[in-house]
Structure formats: C-alpha cells, structure tokens
C-alpha cells in the first residue's frame, strides 16, 4: 500500500471539496481513534487553594451551589446527546462524501445537503454501533478495575505492582482495538453493512492487513497528535498564565486573570474548532481511502472465463 498516495489524496479530496471540513467539525464533536489529545494537570503550592480562590468560593450559598451543580449535569447530557448525534453524522457524512468526491468530475464539487442525505440511512446503525462497542469497553473495563482493586486490596497494594505491566500493555491493545473500530465504521457505511456484519468485516481486513493498518495508524496518530498539539498551544499558554495568577496574585489580580483568560478562551474556541474540524476531516478521509484500498472496495472483477461453444 502507498502510504504517501493515500494521504495525498485525502489531502486533496478535502481540499478541493471543502464542505468536508464542515463534517470534519461535527465529528470533532465525538473524535476518536486517530487523534490524540492531552490534558493539562497542576495544583497550587500547599495544601490549600489562594486565599481569594477560597472566598469567592465561600461567598456563593448553598442553594445557588446545589442549583448550580444540577443545572451542570443537565447542560453535560444534553451536550453528550448533541455530541453524539452531531459527531455520527459528522464522521457518516466524512465516509460518504470521501466515496462520493472520487466520482465527481474535475469541475464539480460536493455539497453539504447532497452529503447529508445519502448520510441519512446509516445514522441509527452507526449510533448503534459505537453506543454497543461502548458499552462493552466500560463492562469490560468496569470489571478489569474492580479485579485490579480487590487483587491489591488482598495483597496489601503489592499485586498492584504486578498487574502494573498489564496495565502498560492495555493501551497498545486499546489502540490496536480503537483502528478496528474506524474500519467497523467504516466497513458499515461503504459497504452498507449491519452493525454485526460491520464489526465482522472491520476486523476481518484490520487481520487481514495487520501491518498496513498499525502502520497508518501510527502515522495518523503521531501526526494528528503533533498538529493537535499546535493548535491547542494557544490556549495551554493562556491556563499557565492564568495558574501563574492564582497562585501568586491577590483578590484583584484572580479575578483579572479570569476575566482574560476566559475571554481568550472564547475568543479562540472558533479558531481551535475550524482547525481541528479540518484535521478530523484529513484523518477520517484517510481512513476511509484506506480501507477502500485494503479491502478492495471498488475493484472492479476480472470478467468470467468464456466457455468455447459446443457448436
């Protein structure tokens, strides 16, 4: 397989048919398997938070806290179920218009409601799709963790030293796992597949083609990772900052440094969100040209032998 080619064409198909990057930033809304992100952790010197921190904190009533706290829980189910919906439609719409931009001509290009609809059709499978393999992760897992707990609890913490290299080798397996799960996708939407028969042939041509397919992965998450890297740097600069305040400002300078960091935020959310749309929808193009080109989707079938006649 040409690596080179395959992401040279993905390139080009969304580059020419730019409303891609549109399906590209719904699937941002639910991205997974050749993107990688990061998570930014600190904590304030001591034990306890700044002073002004504390007060503003101690300043807000309990009802307003309770009333708070529900009205946030409410807000993150319903932005899960956008997500959701939102992101599947994204990622069908990607599949899709990938497919249909190799049958257009030089001069035409796609357009949002022609990929919409032929995208229609396989949202509730592939909703489906993702919500079992879900599912089955979190039990799998679930019970993993609680094994892993009462082995270290038995052992007095040292079986947790042992489980530790198994811990370390789920994460290429969860990997391994995560590629299947991009070709299920988008083995269901190419080839118009049910929800079993989709997982069967994901990973069917993931076996089938184990050394391409670790391959691209690998170059999909190094390189997405870095370009994700690059387009969040702007704001990791705007929270160091604004940790740095907390921790040695006072009330005045807290409360300043909120302000610019939280209008910062905003005023780079669009950005963040059409860069990553775009790479989401590079990324998902590639996979998809993958798989058409492992799998041998499209190929059209030598013509059957002719029998000499008998007269």
């Known amino acids: 397989m040409d690596y080179g080619e395959i992401l040279s064409n993905a ?8 409303i891609l990057w549109l399906f590209g930033i719904l699937a941002g809304c639910a991205s997974q398997g050749g993107s990688s992100g990061g998570q930014i952790n600190y904590r304030f010197n001591g034990e306890n938070p700044p002073p002004a921190v504390e007060r503003f904190f101690q ?3 309990d009802w307003q806290i309770t009333a708070i706290v529900i009205g946030l829980i409410v807000l993150v189910m319903i932005l899960v179920i956008l997500a959701i919906v939102l992101g599947s439609m994204g990622r069908i719409g990607l599949i899709k218009g990938t497919l249909m931009a190799k049958s257009k001509k030089e001069d035409e290009k796609l357009s949002f409601s022609e990929v919409w609809q032929v995208s229609l059709p396989y949202f509730w499978r592939v909703v489906g799709l993702n919500l079992l393999i879900g599912l089955v992760f979190f039990v799998i897992f679930g019970m ?22 198994l811990l370390c080798l789920l994460v290429p397996v ?18 118009d597949l049910s929800i079993t028969q989709a997982v069967q042939r994901g990973w069917e041509v993931f076996r089938d ?9 690998l170059i999909l998450l ?37 302000l610019m960091a939280g209008l910062c935020f905003v005023g780079y959310l669009p950005v963040l969100i059409f860069f990553n749309g775009i790479l989401q929808a590079f990324i998902q193009s590639a996979w998809t040209l993958t798989y058409t080109a492992l799998s041998g989707y499209g190929v059209p079938e030598p013509p059957a032998e002719q029998l000499p006649s008998a007269y």
């Open 11 to 18: 390139w080009q198909t969304i580059w020419k048919h730019k």
């Open 59 to 61: 300043s807000i009533p």
């Open 144 to 165: 993993l963790g609680v094994i892993a707990l009462v082995f270290g609890i038995l052992t007095l913490g040292i079986g947790m030293l042992c489980i530790l290299p």
């Open 174 to 191: 969860g990997w391994a796992l995560g590629i299947v799960i991009q070709q299920a996708n988008v083995a269901l939407v190419v080839e």
């Open 209 to 217: 083609n184990l050394g391409e397919m670790i391959v691209m992965g």
């Open 222 to 258: 190094v390189g997405g990772g870095i370009v994700s890297l690059l387009i969040a740097a702007p704001l990791g600069v705007a929270i160091a900052s604004l940790v740095g305040v907390l921790i040695v400002g006072g009330e005045h300078a807290a409360n300043s440094g909120l």
